[in-house]
């Protein structure tokens, strides 16, 4: 008997062989395809390895052309499926032939169901031949020979969504996307992309953008005392900020003078502070986010952890351990890493009783360390979210922080002020997890009636401050409270909207095009811009995914709301085309001419459709500079320290924003050379 075991990634499939066969299986190969063989409870095993998908949906050749005249049929067309790996469903129809069961283990959710359905369906098995799956939430030996001893079912409305997501995402990508370009004439490289649930993420950096610029800060005032008993502590006045200068100086003037100040009230008060909850995705991401780490480098990494058996699936909205989780045996492979001594500390306690989050689910357990690993084994970033997931499962593990809150009101002058004490008794969870600051504020005891010195009064003005920027951990959490994406591809959006310089920054912010984008959106189709229909797709696919909707009810109502929004576009077709192109002709303009003195650079194309800057005064002006032929050019307000000409930033995709001056002889230039080479 053979069994067929279909993994996602080659890396995956080398360890279940290893696992299942203790290390002694035979590489063999299909065509330059790598196919692991051994026996298994005896059956003869062959592990093949996909790359991710191997079927793409796309439209049929009609559709390949970009005009408008064919959108309203695109929304109604459905996209056919195409091979994307002939070497690999070359492979799998082979072991097809002298398969008698064929098992899927590849990632346990959506896309990872898609993929081994996919493989299968490439197979054309005959029919008794069996089909089944093995779940698992770790590449570990204990993980791997579990889910192979207790086989399940194919998970077909699992990959259904996953197949509907994929219809859905490319007609709303398409459609807007063609639209927008052949609307406003960009094309080719200059395209302008639209999507589903790309731009309603977009609109999000660009109205705090505009909220950050309309807003008004507003001053206020606090009257704060200095106070001592053995130590200086200070005190605010009970009334907090005021909002009119006037009040705020009566009580200065009022107490300005005074030399002590009467104890009205104290309390102290030992309070538990809970550790942090376990780890899903989105709570994972936002915290290597605040270690400058981005989100689309963070995922990589852990699926890399997760590959090689460190640490446990990294997509999952859980924030629950299960019951059946190995707490002790996880705790137990610690004590063999670089956490030996943390992990023997939190072995020793009477009884584990692991922190909640608010989010149960059943797909994966929170992230959680799986196998050990050292510091000399993993470095740079695979070290920092490696010590982070294992940092955050102890967290979660250890007893309660100890603190001393205290808080006391006192009489100065007939006004009151209020003063808050903060120490810690007991870290804690602290001592496991120093990525969540705690400060300690002194205050000293006590007691109802007694005087402590006074030793200064002041007034301190401020002003209220904007929004933030959005960073990209707080930029995904908030996508999960709309409904925008899901825990596997939030990350991916919003590096979409880096590489496509739509977006630029740690703190991000819109460049111009993006906001273009969703200027003109907002102004005339605005239900394209907002999280709504996104949102409602989005739980329909969760319908497909619990057995309560069908993938043809779902595609249906999505192309009448595409057909919907089209319709908007269409109508305000030369609305959109005026906005866009006056924007980006504004955009394009780079700096005053420094030749002539008269014409604007801007970005221009020549015959060839290569992109340079050149004078407005053409042809009394035939200033030009070369262009990157990559990434979005962006202005650059300051000029050039070297040679006091322009400059323009260039954003390109997965790299960090450069900044370059437009002439390219200019020292400042070599230098930007020399120092990106001495880096590599």
Same mark, same amino acid.
């Given at each position: 008997?053979?069994?067929?075991?279909?993994?996602?990634?080659?890396?995956?499939?080398?360890?279940?062989?290893? *696992?299942?066969?203790?290390?002694?299986?035979?590489k063999?190969?299909?065509?330059?395809?790598?196919?692991?063989? %051994?026996?298994?409870?005896?059956?003869?095993?062959? @592990?093949i390895?996909?790359?991710?998908?191997? +079927?793409?949906?796309?439209?049929?050749?009609?559709?390949k052309?970009?005009?408008?005249?064919? +959108?309203?049929?695109?929304?109604?067309?459905?996209?056919?499926?195409?091979?994307?790996?002939?070497?690999?469903?070359?492979?799998?129809?082979?072991?097809?032939?002298?398969?008698?069961?064929?098992?899927?283990?590849?990632? %346990?959710?959506? !896309?990872?169901?898609?993929?081994?359905?996919?493989?299968?369906?490439?197979?054309?098995?005959?029919?008794? $031949?069996?089909?089944?799956?093995?779940? %698992?939430?770790?590449?570990?030996g204990?993980?791997?020979?579990?889910?192979?001893d207790?086989? *399940?079912?194919?998970?077909?409305?699992?990959?259904?969504?996953?197949?509907?997501?994929?219809? @859905?995402?490319?007609?709303?990508?398409?459609?807007?996307?063609?639209?927008?370009s052949?609307?406003?004439g960009?094309?080719?490289?200059? %395209?302008?992309?639209?999507?589903? @649930?790309?731009?309603?993420?977009?609109?999000?950096?660009?109205?705090?953008?505009?909220?950050?610029? $309309?807003?008004e800060?507003?001053?206020?005032?606090?009257?704060?005392?200095? +106070?001592?008993?053995?130590?200086?502590?200070f005190?605010?006045?009970?009334?907090?900020?005021?909002?009119?200068k006037?009040?705020?100086?009566?009580?200065?003037?009022?107490?300005?003078?005074?030399?002590?100040?009467?104890?009205?009230?104290?309390?102290a008060?030992?309070?538990?502070?809970?550790?942090?909850?376990?780890? /899903?995705?989105?709570?994972?991401?936002?915290? @290597?986010?605040?270690?400058?780490?981005?989100?689309?480098?963070?995922?990589?990494?852990?699926?890399?952890?997760?590959?090689?058996?460190?640490?446990?699936?990294p997509r999952?909205?859980?924030?629950?351990y299960?019951? #059946?989780?190995?707490l002790?045996? *996880?705790?137990?492979?610690l004590?063999?890493?670089?956490?030996?001594?943390?992990?023997?500390?939190?072995l020793?306690?009477?009884?584990?009783?692991?922190?909640?989050?608010? =989010?149960?689910t059943?797909d994966?357990?929170? *992230?959680?360390?799986?196998?050990?690993?050292?510091?000399?084994?993993?470095?740079?970033?695979?070290?920092?979210?490696?010590?982070?997931?294992?940092?955050?499962?102890?967290? #979660?593990?250890?007893p309660?922080?100890?603190?001393?809150? =205290?808080?006391?009101?006192f009489?100065?002058?007939?006004?009151?002020?209020?003063?808050?004490?903060?120490?810690?008794?007991?870290e804690?969870w602290?001592?496991?997890?120093?990525?969540?600051?705690?400060?300690?504020?002194?205050?000293?005891?006590?007691?109802?009636?007694?005087?402590?010195?006074? $030793?200064?009064?002041?007034?301190? !003005?401020?002003?209220?401050?904007?929004?933030?920027?959005? #960073?990209?951990?707080?930029?995904?959490?908030?996508?999960e409270?709309?409904?925008?994406?899901?825990?596997?591809?939030?990350?991916?959006?919003?590096?979409?909207?880096?590489?496509?310089?739509?977006?630029?920054?740690?703190?991000i912010?819109?460049?111009?095009?993006?906001?273009?984008?969703?200027?003109?959106?907002?102004?005339?189709?605005?239900?394209?811009s907002?999280?709504?229909?996104?949102?409602?797709?989005?739980?329909?696919?969760?319908?497909?995914e619990?057995?309560?909707?069908?993938?043809?009810?779902?595609?249906s109502e999505s192309?009448?709301?595409?057909?919907?929004?089209?319709?908007?576009?269409?109508?305000?077709?030369?609305?959109?085309?005026?906005?866009?192109q006056?924007?980006?002709?504004?955009?394009?303009?780079i700096?005053?001419?420094?030749?002539?003195?008269?014409?604007?650079?801007?970005?221009?194309?020549?015959?060839?459709?290569?992109?340079?800057?050149?004078?407005?005064?053409?042809?009394?002006?035939?200033?030009?500079y070369?262009?990157?032929?990559?990434?979005?050019?962006?202005?650059?307000?300051?000029?050039?320290?070297?040679?006091?000409?322009?400059?323009?930033?260039?954003?390109?995709?997965?790299?960090?924003?450069? +900044?370059?001056?437009?002439?390219?002889?200019?020292?400042?230039n070599?230098?930007?050379?020399?120092?990106?080479? /001495?880096?590599?």
């Amino acid at each position: 008997m053979v069994s067929v075991i279909i993994c996602e990634k080659n890396n995956a499939a080398q360890r279940v062989a290893a *696992i299942l066969s203790k290390g002694s299986y035979r590489k063999t190969f299909i065509n330059k395809v790598p196919v692991l063989r %051994f026996p298994w409870n005896g059956t003869e095993c062959a @592990v093949i390895g996909m790359r991710g998908h191997i +079927l793409n949906f796309d439209y049929p050749d009609e559709f390949k052309s970009w005009n408008l005249d064919d +959108l309203e049929e695109l929304v109604r067309t459905s996209p056919i499926k195409s091979p994307t790996a002939g070497w690999l469903i070359n492979a799998l129809k082979k072991l097809a032939k002298e398969a008698d069961e064929v098992i899927v283990a590849t990632d %346990f959710d959506r !896309e990872g169901e898609l993929i081994g359905a996919e493989a299968v369906s490439i197979m054309e098995l005959s029919p008794d $031949v069996k089909i089944q799956r093995a779940r %698992f939430s770790a590449l570990t030996g204990p993980e791997i020979r579990n889910a192979f001893d207790n086989i *399940i079912d194919l998970n077909i409305n699992l990959a259904t969504a996953a197949e509907t997501r994929q219809i @859905v995402d490319l007609a709303w990508g398409a459609v807007l996307t063609r639209f927008m370009s052949t609307a406003t004439g960009m094309m080719g490289a200059d %395209f302008l992309s639209v999507g589903r @649930v790309q731009s309603p993420t977009l609109a999000l950096v660009v109205d705090r953008e505009k909220d950050i610029e $309309v807003f008004e800060p507003k001053p206020f005032w606090e009257i704060l005392v200095d +106070l001592e008993k053995g130590r200086h502590f200070f005190a605010k006045h009970v009334h907090g900020v005021f909002w009119e200068k006037g009040p705020a100086d009566k009580v200065l003037e009022t107490v300005k003078d005074a030399k002590t100040a009467n104890v009205l009230e104290y309390i102290a008060e030992e309070k538990n502070e809970r550790p942090p909850s376990p780890f /899903n995705t989105t709570q994972f991401l936002a915290e @290597v986010s605040r270690m400058g780490i981005s989100a689309s480098r963070a995922m990589a990494v852990a699926e890399r952890l997760y590959t090689d058996g460190l640490i446990s699936y990294p997509r999952t909205d859980n924030m629950v351990y299960p019951s #059946t989780l190995p707490l002790k045996n *996880i705790l137990k492979e610690l004590m063999k890493s670089g956490f030996a001594k943390e992990a023997e500390e939190i072995l020793a306690q009477e009884k584990l009783r692991p922190t909640r989050g608010k =989010k149960q689910t059943t797909d994966h357990p929170p *992230i959680h360390p799986v196998g050990a690993a050292t510091k000399e084994r993993l470095t740079g970033d695979n070290w920092r979210i490696y010590e982070l997931v294992v940092r955050r499962f102890l967290a #979660t593990l250890a007893p309660d922080a100890l603190v001393l809150r =205290k808080e006391a009101r006192f009489d100065i002058e007939g006004e009151e002020f209020q003063s808050h004490g903060h120490e810690t008794l007991d870290e804690g969870w602290y001592s496991y997890y120093p990525y969540i600051k705690h400060n300690d504020v002194f205050m000293p005891e006590l007691k109802k009636g007694e005087e402590v010195n006074v $030793v200064g009064v002041r007034g301190r !003005e401020g002003k209220t401050e904007p929004p933030r920027r959005f #960073t990209q951990g707080v930029l995904i959490r908030e996508m999960e409270r709309l409904g925008l994406g899901t825990k596997s591809t939030r990350h991916e959006i919003v590096q979409k909207l880096y590489d496509r310089g739509y977006v630029e920054g740690t703190n991000i912010a819109p460049t111009n095009t993006g906001r273009t984008i969703i200027q003109a959106l907002e102004d005339n189709a605005d239900m394209i811009s907002k999280p709504d229909m996104t949102k409602q797709l989005e739980d329909d696919m969760t319908e497909i995914e619990n057995g309560k909707k069908k993938q043809d009810e779902v595609v249906s109502e999505s192309q009448e709301m595409l057909a919907k929004s089209l319709g908007v576009l269409l109508t305000h077709k030369d609305d959109i085309r005026k906005e866009v192109q006056d924007a980006l002709k504004e955009q394009s303009q780079i700096a005053r001419c420094p030749k002539c003195k008269e014409g604007d650079l801007v970005i221009r194309r020549s015959k060839r459709g290569k992109r340079f800057v050149g004078c407005t005064s053409y042809p009394d002006c035939t200033n030009t500079y070369p262009l990157p032929q990559f990434g979005t050019i962006v202005p650059h307000e300051d000029d050039c320290k070297t040679c006091k000409g322009p400059q323009i930033k260039v954003i390109a995709k997965r790299r960090r924003p450069e +900044l370059m001056c437009l002439d390219m002889s200019c020292k400042a230039n070599e230098k930007r050379k020399n120092s990106r080479a /001495n880096k590599k």
